[in-house]
């Protein structure tokens, strides 16, 4: 029986319906460290660095005089890690521990489940405007293989490998930090004092 056979094409999206004879990516990391004699993970190349999703944070501000304001934005905006199986890897799962652990042998730094960020942003804004600041974490992927040994047959077979890919908070802060503006609405300047 070669590696190849044994082989599970899993994706990160858990809609797939389990079949008897297959287990589902997190069923087998579940038993990982937890019925295996052997559960490692191998990283593939270095991490990739990525924007995260843009989005606004801290309050809107509006500019209710004829005269251009600076606003003092305050905000803070926590960026959690994501990953192929749905599962936290800060979680008590034995995968968990092996992911970080093998992640800060292999790069040098630790896996950051989440980081919160916060910050004063100035806004200026012209006369009748609304201004709001926007945030764009960098985040790191990292994508690899677990490989599991069992040591009984585990649905019919001793070896398993298990794509997964993790992203979470890269070190070195934001991608960008941006303020942005826009005309009041007809509503909006009805509402200034």
């Known amino acids: 029986m070669t590696a ?29 460290d937890n019925g295996t004699d052997v559960c490692v993970f191998h990283p593939e190349g270095r991490p990739e660095y990525v924007a995260g999703p843009k989005r606004q944070v801290g309050k809107e ?14 905000w803070s905006d926590t ?10 890897l800060s979680a008590d799962y034995g995968f968990a521990e092996v992911f970080t652990s093998t992640f ?7 896996w950051t489940n989440s980081h919160t960020e916060s910050q004063t942003t100035y806004v200026f804004t ?5 201004g709001w600041v926007e945030r764009r974490p960098r985040m790191e992927r990292v994508n690899g293989t677990y490989e ?17 890919e993790a992203t979470g908070p890269a070190p070195g802060g934001d991608e960008a930090i941006v303020q942005k503006t826009r005309p009041m609405t007809e509503a909006e300047r009805n509402a200034c004092p």
């Open 4 to 32: 190849a056979s044994l082989m599970v094409g899993f994706f990160p999206a858990p809609t797939y319906a389990d079949h008897e004879d297959t287990p589902t990516s997190r069923q087998l990391l579940e038993k990982c």
């Open 61 to 74: 501000v509006f500019n209710c005089t004829d005269r251009e304001q600076r606003f003092e934005v305050g």
């Open 79 to 88: 960026t959690s890690e994501s990953n192929s199986i749905g599962v936290s």
């Open 104 to 110: 800060e042998a292999t790069y040098g730094h630790t």
């Open 126 to 130: 012209g006369p009748g405007e609304v």
């Open 148 to 164: 599991l040994h069992f040591p009984d047959r585990y649905y019919g077979h001793y070896y398993w490998y298990v794509p997964f």
